[in-house]
């Protein structure tokens, strides 16, 4: 139990492996993201889809069980510090997007999702162990599972390279599995508090809907000519960036048009804002100082590098 505690007070701060299903880089893969878990939404209403983003839309709270290695008892403190570790994370990238608004001074422009981004996701959290009920425990959205050190998680994630992995089980709570304490991969890259932080936001970024952009294993997958682009959803980042910021954006503009759709039928194009509309520059700029991408009604993308014809150069 001590082990346990030393852990979680390092890990205030992760890297990544992950079990990403649905693919993110910046350009058409955020409509292939949308496609899919829309087509899911539709077809199978009552399976699980693979992002928790329509509820956070929707002002909805996240109901998190949070499992530790003993299935302990933990104290009312070191249950409110791992909440925090996970409301803190959803909010980065929320924050994130907010502050890469107003730092390029862009808040008229972004003020349909203005609120969104600054009141960031509702966490409510249960710290489970072996007398909590089954009771007690169903209705959980996400099931965040801390592992003591990294060999039991790359156990549990099936993995020899990776300190933490999210996985979609059907019928079940969506899971992020990480570890208390890192430790040392095969590779002897010792893993610090610093890159357990990472993780945690990395696969928070998942159940966003958001997928990996590593390029050792992606890079014959995407089409989209920035995937080398910094950003924490791939092997070169170590913070969000404004990728992310552009990517968290642009998917949400893809389910606030699905509902806006749904609530207005035909007339949807009277209640969306002029932004998703007609486009938006992307937030991520290149070494000159101009955007790398824009983005159309949410599933639309035009490289800076490969516009598509159907889109405004940038």
Known sequence: MKRILAGILLSVWGTWCAYAEIPWNELKESAYARKIQIQA???????VIPTLLPRILNGEPIKVNIENPYNAELSEQVCDRLTGMIQNSYNAWFQNAMTEIKTQERE????????????????????????????????????????EDLAD???????????????????????????????????????????????????VGHTLGLGDTYTHDNASDFGSANWETDNIMGATSNELTADDADGLINLMDSWNLK????????????????????????????????????????????????????CPAI
């Open 41 to 47: 939404a539709e077809s199978r209403p009552k399976a």
């Open 259 to 310: 509902a806006l759709k749904e609530k207005y039928a035909s007339a949807w194009q009277e209640h969306v804002s002029k932004r998703v509309l007609e486009g938006w520059n992307g937030l991520d700029k290149d070494e000159n100082g101009k955007p790398k991408d824009r983005y159309v009604m949410g599933n639309s993308v035009c490289k800076g590098a490969a516009p598509d014809p159907k």
């Open 153 to 203: 998680v790359q156990k549990a994630c099936k993995s020899n390279d990776c300190v933490g992995c999210k996985k979609l089980r059907r019928g079940k709570p969506m899971l992020i599995i990480i570890s208390f304490n890192g430790g040392t991969d095969p590779l002897g890259h010792v893993y610090t508090p610093a890159d357990i932080h990472r993780t945690l936001v990395h696969e």
């Open 108 to 147: 008229t422009e972004f003020a349909d999702i203005k609120r969104t981004l600054e009141n960031g996701v509702m966490i409510r959290a249960l710290c489970v162990s072996k007398k909590t009920s089954s009771r007690e425990k169903k209705g959980a959205d996400l099931i965040v599972s801390f592992k």
